[in-house]
């Protein structure tokens, strides 16, 4: 993957969440070992508010929307709160105001949770809200196959955008 080709094959797929994982191994261990110091209340609201906001409101409209097609503006919404620079933002006017503890941690483990363990990353206009396959992108990772490499097949499909090959997530 580079910036001039944004595609990644599931084996760069698989790498870049198991960055997130680790990271998200790290500060979950982080956070456990500080647990007596957790204030529980800004914790769970912290972690819960993300997708209170930024991804429940897309999901219920998608599961009521008979063509499962939603307003642009939830993919938004979705983006902007399971942006690192939004929480950083968070996280920085929380300190500034309140000062730094333990409970600011779950911001992190939320999003790097989102990415390493579910493979969740930004959601683009172009495809579903909830994973479905793109007819699109299938027809994109069939062709990149088939000319990829010495045309053994042997080379897995790859992935647009952070997306498996015949997922649709």
Known sequence: MD?????????????????YL??????????IANIGEVR???????????D?????????AYRRSPDHR???????????????ITQGAVIGIWIWVAGPEWALLVIPIHLFGDRGLFGNFYKPF??????????????????LDRDSGDGSGSEP?????????????
């Open 70 to 84: 939603v307003s642009k503006a939830y993919y938004v919404a979705y983006n902007v709160m399971h942006s690192m």
């Open 22 to 31: 680790i990271a998200f191994a790290v500060l979950t261990g982080l956070f």
């Open 157 to 169: 499909a790859p992935v647009l955008s952070g997306l498996p090959a015949g997922s649709g997530t």
């Open 126 to 143: 172009g495809f579903a809200f909830e994973p479905e396959p793109n007819p699109a992108y299938q027809r994109f990772a069939a062709e």
């Open 3 to 19: 910036a001039a080709n944004p595609v990644e094959t599931p084996t760069t797929y698989r790498l870049h969440r198991a960055e």
């Open 52 to 60: 209170l906001i930024g991804y429940i409101p897309g999901a219920i």
């Open 40 to 50: 529980w209340l800004p914790a769970v609201l912290l972690f819960a508010y993300i």
